[in-house]
């Protein structure tokens, strides 16, 4: 195999790296890969048969290996690394190059680097990629960002390797700038959400349901038929069913409840309390990964403090029809939230996101992909400009339609002493938003109170101050 006129690059061959490689390639292109390990080089050789597709830990020979202008795609560990890749690469590289990190950045690391390259003549792009192991071998989903001019080096290529929905590739464009990284934040912080919603129904029904795995498989095999179809509760009726190699027990029984987390949900909580955009079911989804982890200090609490010891006595029937429109429910508005906080935050770092196309890139690979991604991209489709989802006609149907059954499952978990946070999150933030009077009122007079920091009146223009019932200060 000669070593020369190899179209792509790919620095970090780990599975992600690995599985992307071997996608672009059966796809007709010419790879050549990078990684620092020799055992990381090697596992890439041994699937490379006689394919066009060179690994070698030599990053010299991997710059000479691939055709001008060089397109080098990065899948390293987010964080020091990007940076030192960068910092080791870019003396090697020429004019025009294209460097696209791909891994989970935080989008103000992107914009840091974008500034820090542009002194050079050398491109960068913030890419996000979703869909884990299978999605990087089979079709991903894949949301770039930064130039447009600078984005037809990779385009057609990234389209034939993403996932397709009804013949459409699942990438496109996004924005300039750390666009792509900044939605594939959100994308997690999305992802974070579905995933407490799923695991408080599995608690749910475990707990106050008495249900046990087979059954647990039964149901969510069943929902995935239904208005839930989508891929994280695909897996779930997997998992349900998987048995443990170690013990004859089913292995969820045997994992850990102790949740871990890369940071990109906690990423998107902290961005949208910057822009004071509300997305209380992510932020609820980040704090109980977080209250998991407490697992000696859960155990202790256990033995001293009590719940009220009550029972579910109603039927499982309904409880299950109960549950699947509860799930639904508060997916919608878990989408509605990470939605939203698209929106405004295009506005703030100048994205011009397309809301829509958004919704369609993340119709398939991606691990939020969903049915119900149609509706909501139909809803986009409809409206562009809409700031939040649960306006759209159909949407709204959808949520007042379920709305009963998610109160009377709350109401379940409450009696039994389920947590049931990111479904209470989603209720909350469907009744909040659709209040036309909240109490911030009183808010606003408490601040004026104790701190003198001026409020508005409802019937007229300018701000306020009150000397507060003088007598009690
Ligand atoms: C994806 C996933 C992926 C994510 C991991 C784990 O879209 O393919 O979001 O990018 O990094 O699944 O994330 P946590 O460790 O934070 O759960």
């Known amino acids: 195999m000669d070593e020369k006129g190899y179209k792509y690059g790919m620095i970090g061959l780990g599975t ?10 059966d796809h007709g292109y010419s790879v050549a890969g990078f990684d620092k390990s020799d055992s990381q080089v090697e596992l890439l050789r041994k699937d490379t048969g006689e394919r066009k597709i060179y690994a070698t830990s ?24 990007v940076d030192e890749v960068i910092q080791e690469l870019t ?5 025009n190059d294209v460097l696209m990190d791909c891994g989970n950045s935080h989008f103000t690391d992107t914009n840091r680097r974008i500034e820090q390259l542009q002194k050079s003549t050398i491109h960068f792009m913030g890419i996000g990629i979703s869909g884990g192991e299978s999605g990087a071998r089979y079709g991903p989903s894949i949301m770039p960002g930064g130039p447009k001019d600078v984005y037809k080096y990779a385009s057609e290529m990234l389209e034939s390797i993403s996932a397709k929905v009804n013949n459409e590739p699942c990438v496109t464009w996004l924005g300039p700038g750390s666009a792509g ?15 407490q919603l799923i695991s408080e129904a599995y608690h ?23 208005m839930l179809h989508s891929f994280l509760i695909e897996i779930t009726a997997d998992i349900f069913a998987q048995k ?17 987390q890369k940071g990109t949900g906690g990423w998107t909580s902290q961005n949208a309390m910057e822009l004071q955009v509300p997305i209380p079911v992510i932020d609820v989804a980040v704090s109980m990964r977080d209250l998991s982890a407490y697992k000696k200090e859960r155990q202790a609490a256990q033995q001293k403090l009590e719940g009220t010891g009550n029972k579910f006595e109603g039927d499982k029937t309904s409880l299950l029809t109960w549950l699947e429109q509860a799930l639904y429910f508060s997916m919608i508005t878990t989408y509605a939230q990470g939605m939203s906080l698209l929106y405004f935050a295009s506005r703030e770092y100048k994205f011009d996101l397309k809301l829509e196309d958004i919704a369609s890139i993340w119709r398939g690979g991606c691990i939020i992909r969903a049915s119900l991604l ?100």
């Not at 992600?16 to 390639?25: D, I, S, T, W």
């Not at 003396?91 to 004019?95: Q, W």
């Not at 008495?210 to 069943?222: Q, R, T």
């Not at 994992?255 to 871990?260: G, Q």
Request: aromatic letters at 8%; glycine letters at 8%.
């Open 374 to 473: 149609e509706d909501i991209h139909a809803a986009f489709s409809r409206q562009p400009d809409l700031s939040n989802m649960m306006m759209d006609d159909k949407i709204g149907q959808k949520l007042m339609h379920s709305q009963i059954e998610v109160r009377k499952i709350i109401q379940i978990g409450i009696e039994a002493g389920i947590p049931l946070p990111a479904m209470m999150g989603a209720l909350a933030y469907y009744d909040s938003y659709r209040s036309g009077w909240l109490p911030a009122n009183l808010i606003q007079a408490q601040r004026d109170y104790f701190g003198a920091h001026t409020y508005e009146r409802n019937d007229r223009e300018r701000t306020f101050h009150t000397h507060w019932n003088q007598e009690n200060q």
């Open 58 to 81: 030599d990053l010299n020979g991997f710059v000479k290996a691939l055709k001008t202008p060089r397109v080098i795609m990065l899948l390293v560990p987010a964080g020091k690394i």
């Open 91 to 95: 003396p090697l590289l020429s004019e």
């Open 204 to 226: 749910l029904m475990k707990d106050v349901g008495c249900m046990n795995n087979d059954e647990l498989h039964d149901i969510f095999s069943k929902w995935n038929g239904g």
């Open 16 to 25: 992600m790296g690995r599985n992307l490689v071997l996608n672009m390639n």
């Open 244 to 260: 443990d190699e170690l013990t004859n027990n089913r292995l969820i029984d045997m994992i850990l409840d102790s949740a871990h």
């Open 181 to 195: 990284h900044y939605v594939k934040m959100v994308h997690n912080g999305i992802e974070y959400g579905l995933m």
